[in-house]
C-alpha cells in the first residue's frame, strides 16, 4: 500500500521555512469640499390646468436662465421629476376638480462656492420656489480617495516591518493585498429655506435682491482599510 503524499502547505497558510505576518492599515484624511449640491423645487396651483401648465413653464425658464448665468460656476444643473396633478373637490358628488397642482425639481452642482451663497438667495427670492440645501461632498475621481489608499497600503508595509523588527528579521514578498472598505464620505450639512412656509412669494417689484447667504463649507472625512499579507525571512528563535 502507497503512502499519499501529504499536500504542500498553500503559500498563503504560512510554513516554518516561509512564515507569514498579516496585518491592516488605515487612513483617516479631513479635507474640503469639492463640490456642492443644492435642490429647487418650482411649483404653480391655480384652477385652470393649461394656466398652471404655462405658470410652471415660465418659472422654470427663469430658473435655468438664473442658474446658467453663472457660467463655469455651476458644474451640472439637472431636471428632474415633472408633476402636475389634479386636487378634487372634498365634497360634493363625481370627480369634481378644484385646482391643479404642478412641480418641477431641479438639482444644480456648484464647484465654486464663492457665488453659492448668492445663486442661494436669489433662488429662494424667486415666486413659489423652494430650496434645500447645501450638501457638500468630494467627486468620485477626487485624488483624495487615491491618497487615502496610498496611506492605507503605507500603514500596513510600516506594520509588517514592525512586527519583523520585533523577530529581529524582516518581511520578504507580499502574498495578498485586499481593500477592506474605503469610504469617500460625503459630510451633510443641510438647511430649508422658507421656514414654515416653505414656498416664497413673489418679490415686490422694484425691492432690492436679497443678500447673499454667508455658507460655511462642511470639511468631508475620507477613510480607507486595507489588509495585507507578506512572508518573513524565518527568524531564529533560539
Avoid: C
Avoid at 40 to 68: E, S, Y
Avoid at 124 to 131: G, K, M, N, S
Avoid at 157 to 174: K, V, W
Amino acid at each position: 500500500m502507497t503512502d499519499t503524499p501529504t499536500p504542500a502547505p498553500h503559500p498563503s497558510h504560512g510554513t516554518p521555512t516561509a512564515p507569514r505576518v498579516t496585518v491592516r492599515g488605515e487612513a483617516h484624511l479631513e479635507v474640503d469640499p469639492e463640490i456642492a449640491r443644492i435642490a429647487v423645487t418650482l411649483t404653480a396651483r391655480n384652477t385652470d390646468r393649461r394656466t398652471t401648465l404655462d405658470d410652471l413653464n415660465r418659472r422654470n425658464t427663469a430658473t435655468l436662465d438664473l442658474v446658467k448665468g453663472y457660467g463655469d460656476a455651476v458644474e451640472k444643473l439637472e431636471t428632474g421629476t415633472l408633476t402636475i396633478r389634479p386636487e378634487l373637490a372634498r365634497h360634493g358628488r363625481g370627480e369634481r376638480i378644484r385646482a391643479y397642482h404642478g412641480s418641477i425639481q431641479l438639482t444644480v452642482t456648484l464647484s465654486d462656492f464663492t457665488v453659492l451663497g448668492e445663486i442661494v438667495a436669489r433662488l429662494a427670492d424667486q415666486e413659489l420656489t423652494r430650496v434645500d440645501g447645501p450638501w457638500w461632498a468630494l467627486r468620485p475621481t477626487s485624488p483624495h480617495h487615491a491618497a487615502a489608499r496610498r496611506q492605507a497600503v503605507q500603514e500596513a508595509l510600516q506594520r509588517a516591518r514592525e512586527y519583523a523588527e520585533a523577530l529581529d528579521t524582516r518581511i520578504g514578498a507580499l502574498l495578498e493585498l485586499g481593500d477592506t472598505g474605503a469610504v469617500g464620505g460625503a459630510t451633510f450639512a443641510a438647511a430649508s429655506y422658507g421656514g414654515a412656509m416653505p414656498f416664497r412669494s413673489a418679490r415686490a417689484e422694484g425691492a432690492a435682491e436679497a443678500a447673499p447667504i454667508d455658507l460655511e463649507p462642511v470639511r468631508q472625512n475620507v477613510d480607507a482599510q486595507v489588509e495585507a499579507a507578506f512572508t518573513l525571512i524565518p527568524p531564529d528563535l533560539g
